[in-house]
């Protein structure tokens, strides 16, 4: 699960259909993210799309490409915001409630006495966030700049390493990625912290805890993974294919079952 949230479960496909005048009929949309929708539908409109807005205009739905009009943020506009009237807002206590059962619900982390470090956490997840979308759009180049900026201040997050890791294989940087594989293995997750549990779980818990745990913190299918990617190179093969140690495919099969392992961090 992910720390602000199980974001992953949430995100892996999704579906955007659209219908109207203009729009090509019986067409696929490749490459669509949620940060498309907005300034879509501001476009369809004749509205302006804000350039601090990270999505683009799914042109290529439009049986014309459409005249687009930018302006540097809508925060900056005057006129109404689509904001309830006072008398209509969310009674405060009311709010609270909500964030609890969230909490509660596992969707969000509880709230922090520390504010500035709830804030900075806020930050994180949301760069995290976008960088994942842009991993699924395929803007990689994109998602390397902030997963990077993301692993140099938080070197104990695996998730962080693993996503780079993936963003320099899919633009050919091998080394980059058998680096990054190569920290991965030896890393040690930060303890999480376990929620209230009853009697009967907390025995159950106990029983599991007491199985033999995977050194240095890590799964041991991962480790045993590399250690099986490195003999396969190291042994004879065929002339013709031999598979690197660093090659595509060998690096790729010891990202996702790293992943696999470590798919609760």
């Given amino acids: ?107 969000i982390q509880p709230l922090s006495e520390d504010q500035e470090k709830a804030v900075a956490t806020a930050v994180r997840e949301q760069q995290y966030n976008l960088a994942r979308s842009y991993m699924d759009s395929r803007r990689y180049t994109e998602a390397l700049t902030i997963f990077a900026e993301l692993a140099e201040k938080n070197p104990d997050e695996a998730r962080f390493m693993q996503h780079l890791a993936q963003c320099y294989l899919a633009l050919g940087k091998r080394a980059e990625a058998k680096d990054l594989l190569q920290k991965l293995l030896v890393l040690k997750p930060k303890p999480r912290p376990q929620p209230k549990q009853e009697p009967d779980q907390e025995a159950a818990e106990g029983a599991k805890e007491a199985q033999p745990a995977a050194e240095h913190g890590i799964a041991a299918e991962a480790v045993a993974a590399d250690e099986a990617a490195q003999a396969e190179a190291r042994s004879p093969q065929p002339e013709g294919d031999s598979p690197a140690a660093d090659s595509p495919a060998s690096l790729s099969r010891a990202l996702g079952r790293f992943a696999h392992g470590h798919h609760s961090i």
């Fill in 1 to 107: 699960m992910e720390p602000a949230g199980p974001a992953v479960q949430h995100r892996q496909f999704g579906v955007v259909c659209m219908k109207g005048d203009h729009i090509k009929q019986d067409e696929r949309i490749y490459g669509a993210t949620l940060l498309d929708v907005t300034p879509t539908i501001l476009t369809l409109f004749g509205l302006p799309v804000g350039e601090d807005m990270d999505g683009r205009v799914l042109v290529q739905a439009f049986e014309n490409p459409p005249q687009i009009t930018r302006i540097p943020s809508w925060e900056a506009e005057l006129g109404e915001c689509g904001m309830h009237p006072a008398d209509l807002r969310m009674d405060p206590a009311a709010a609270q409630a909500v964030l609890q059962q969230f909490v509660a619900l596992g969707y």
